[in-house]
């Protein structure tokens, strides 16, 4: 006969304290056991003046009881330990929510070790012997266990899908190639496995090129960033040396063609970056697709690769460009070029000469696809100084604020009339051309005004379709309404429906041919953009509609 063995578990050698295994076990006087530091704590709560008890039998001690640790107890719970983790084991074993668990355990589902394909259910490693030993089942097709067996069903018939329509492409059941898919080409669902490998492979070879080359891009749009640079480093350098004579006269201009300069640096990174930073996630996304149809190539499942295949091998158009344009990466040299040509000028001439320069800065453009600026700071970035040109202005406005500020007053000046004035319609035009990208603001009060981008060839004189503002081939026209803003060319008119706003900002890329228009206010809001092909300069333009009173400034940006 054996001996009893002893219970041994966590409830016998608790500490009824803290309902835990015992820590640093003591015995007291009565016999029962506890913690060391919770029995210290409950009899520190009692205090002094009252008598220290068993929390158990109540037991009152006259003396508090010195702690002695039980050197017994204490391996026994050490060895309880032990036993628990090496039984934890087989309590890792069971399924959790995530698990495949096996469809024949009765009681507490155990994991799943494999998946049979003929049975259609999942067996822990017990269940599945019989698959290892009786020669029948050993023929049957085992996979990593698998949640979506039942996709192998055939939902109208009930029978396991070992067929592929090419015609239809899909998996059915031998029911279904009797009946709906009579006449269909179709074959075993592994010839169709195999087929659909070959596209898997060539799709692969599609995306691992598509990477090569777009990390190619990445590269180049690298160098790109540091040209650009590396360039503008230069030429704000050389031209500080080159200034230097005139350090007193342009101390200010300086600082402001080195601001531009950087502003323009800044923003051609900041495309570029926008660009690389779009290849890299697309090229992330495509190594993402890659593993997909990797991990896809991979499953033992035919049903399940051919049932997910379509949609993981779905390779999209890229976006953007495969190929940078590799070119010469000289950018702000231009600005050196000019900065020589204006050290040798009179000084008086400088601060017409100067808008020049800033247009050569902002002229930088990296041959990127085109896109307008997104901010306001962006397009800023283009910003114009212009002033209105007396000699164009209709007899019945009034320039000031240094020839910034038009206001209409309905009734003709003493004034000498000069070839280039508008003498019908209250028109006025900048005295610069503009080329290049460009950008300016137009703010208005009173009456409703045409904001126009126009060629210094338009007439000045006869009928509107030949002189008025939108009304010709020659100018492009915005004008605000009681309703909102319309917008005129050629004699069409568009209707816009876009916020009201006081201030309208006009942006020109002159050689891509845009000309946009924005409602300023805390953001920017397109109002209209014209895509054509410009032929000449073009002058920022202001026409009034007779309203007295009625003003309209050309704003001076920082």
């Keep these: 006969m054996s001996p009893i063995k002893p219970k041994l578990d966590q409830e016998t050698i608790s500490c009824s304290i803290c309902l835990d295994l015992l820590k640093d076990p003591v015995t007291i006087p009565c016999g029962h056991s506890y913690c060391l530091g919770c029995i210290q704590t409950h009899w520190d709560r009692v205090g002094k003046k009252r008598v220290c008890s068993c929390p158990q039998c109540r037991k009152d001690f006259k003396l ?68 290892h030993e009786a020669p029948p089942l050993q023929k049957h097709q085992l996979v990593e266990p ?36 009579k006449g269909h080409e179709t074959v075993h669902v592994s010839a169709g496995r195999a087929e659909k490998q070959k596209e898997l492979e060539a799709s692969r070879q599609q995306i691992q090129q ?18 650009i640079n590396v360039s503008a480093d230069q030429t704000m350098k050389e ?13 200010k201009k300086r600082s402001d063609m080195k601001q531009r300069i950087r502003s323009q640096k800044e923003y051609e990174v900041r495309r570029v970056r926008k660009l690389q930073e779009k290849l890299e996630q697309e090229i992330t996304e495509l190594k993402r697709k890659d593993a997909e149809l990797e991990q896809l190539s991979h499953t033992q499942d035919h049903n399940h690769f051919l049932h997910n295949y379509q949609s993981v091998s779905a390779l999209g158009e890229s976006p953007h460009s495969s190929s940078i344009e590799v070119h010469p990466r000289r950018y702000f040299e231009r600005v050196t070029a000019a900065v020589e040509e204006l050290r040798d000028k009179l000084e008086e001439l400088l601060n017409e000469e100067w808008t020049s320069v800033r247009m050569l800065i ?8 085109a896109t307008e600026p997104d901010t306001r700071a962006d397009f800023l970035v283009f910003s114009r100084d212009l002033t209105l040109d007396p000699n164009t202005a209709n007899e019945e406005l009034v320039l000031s604020e240094g020839n910034q500020r038009a206001t209409c007053i309905n009734h003709q000046q003493t004034s000498t009339k000069h070839p280039y004035q508008f003498t019908h319609y209250h028109q006025v035009l900048s005295k610069k051309g503009l080329t290049g990208r460009c950008y300016w603001e137009v703010e208005w009060s009173g009456g409703d005004v045409c904001i ?94 007779d309203t007295k009173g009625t003003s309209a400034e050309l704003v001076k940006l920082k």
């Design 239 to 251: 031209n500080k040396g080159l200034l230097s004579k005139l350090i007193k006269f342009i101390k």
């Design 362 to 369: 902002s002229d930088v453009d990296v041959l990127l696809p």
């Design 210 to 227: 598509r990477i090569q080359d777009q990390e190619k891009d990445v590269k180049l749009l690298q160098e790109e960033v540091e040209a």
């Design 452 to 545: 126009s981008a126009s060629y210094q060839t338009i007439k000045r004189q006869g009928p509107a379709n030949e002189c008025a503002f939108g009304f010709n081939d020659q100018s492009w026209a915005l004008s605000s309404t009681r309703r909102g803003f319309k917008f005129d060319h050629d004699n069409h008119v568009f209707v816009i429906s876009g916020p009201g706003s006081s201030r309208v900002g006009v942006y020109l890329d002159h050689r891509a041919g845009v000309l946009s228009f924005y409602s300023v206010s805390e953001t920017m809001t397109l109002l209209h953009r014209v895509q054509t092909t410009f032929t000449q300069p073009l002058h920022a333009g202001v026409r009034f509609f």
């Design 64 to 131: 508090r009881p010195d702690l002695v640790k039980n050197i017994m107890l204490a391996e026994l719970v050490e060895e309880l330990k032990k036993i628990d983790l090496q039984a934890a084991p087989d309590y890792q074993c069971y399924a959790g929510p995530e698990d495949v668990s096996c469809d024949v355990c009765s009681d507490r589902k155990l994991k799943a070790a494999k998946s049979c394909l003929d049975c259609l259910v999942s067996f822990c490693e017990k269940h599945l012997q019989p698959h």
């Design 146 to 181: 698998s949640k979506k067996l039942q996709e192998n069903i055939c939902s109208s018939h009930d029978e396991v899908m070992k067929i592929f329509c090419r015609t239809d492409q899909q998996c059915i059941c031998y029911l279904c190639a009797m009946d709906g898919h």
